[in-house]
């Protein structure tokens, strides 16, 4: 296939992943429409799973997307290419910071106040709790979190996967997948417990549920 020009790429935009992923295999700027479809969001969910800052989650994108295409031969047709990349991404993460002795503890995503609001309006945590959070204490008990629990609940929420692209992602059964949704729901609310117990009043919410 003879490399495409500018023009010819953006006529591409209404392609599949997959279908991008095939082409690309034959033109390789293909890529790029690839990489700018994930690029934002790829970013945002390193940031909101590592609590990396902006430089280093930015470096480890290019590690992704550079991984990404020296493996496309390998790319498993029976997963959604948003899976397959996430789960690429997901693995990058956990190596890069097995790697270091320390990571920030207190640098979060911005975008971070949509899972506040979410989580803050679920039903199943509501229902358990004895007293109303503002922000800010919703925050600091996300942050309290393991690792894991975090994780899910923004793959869930925030990155809105279902639990089988989020089964696909963290390559564990749909059965542990939901253990671990249920497990930090049962953990933000133990963790919730531990902060001041003055009563406030939760900020305003979106109106979305736990499935």
């Known amino acids: 296939m003879e490399k495409k020009n500018k023009e010819e790429l953006n006529n591409l935009s209404d392609k599949t992943d997959e279908e991008l992923v095939a082409m690309t295999l034959e033109d ?13 969001k790829l970013l945002r969910y390193i940031m909101r799973i590592s609590r990396s800052t902006t430089e280093d989650a930015e470096d480890l994108l290019q590690d992704v997307f550079l991984s ?16 397959w990349i996430y789960r690429i991404t997901h693995n990058k993460v956990i190596s890069h910071f097995r790697k270091v002795t320390a990571r920030p503890k207190t640098t979060t995503y911005e ?5 506040l609001n979410i989580l803050s309006s679920d039903e199943d945590i509501a229902r358990d709790l004895e007293r109303k959070y503002t922000a800010q204490e919703v925050k600091d ?3 309290k979190l393991d690792e894991r629990y975090r994780e899910v609940l923004v793959l869930k929420f925030l990155e809105e996967k279902d639990y ?8 564990k059964p749909m059965g542990t997948v939901a253990t671990l949704i249920s497990r930090a729901k049962q953990q933000f609310k133990e963790k919730s417990g531990q902060e001041s117990s003055k009563e ?10 736990f499935q």
């Open 141 to 143: 008990t996300l942050e």
């Open 164 to 171: 089988k692209e989020i089964s696909d992602i963290l390559e």
């Open 111 to 115: 975008g971070d106040s949509n899972l």
């Open 68 to 83: 990404a295409y020296k493996n496309l031969n390998d790319f498993d047709q029976d997963l959604k290419f948003s899976s």
């Open 28 to 40: 390789p700027d293909v890529y790029g429409l690839l990489m700018q479809r994930y690029e934002e």
């Open 200 to 209: 406030k009043k939760w900020q305003p919410l979106k109106n979305k549920f």
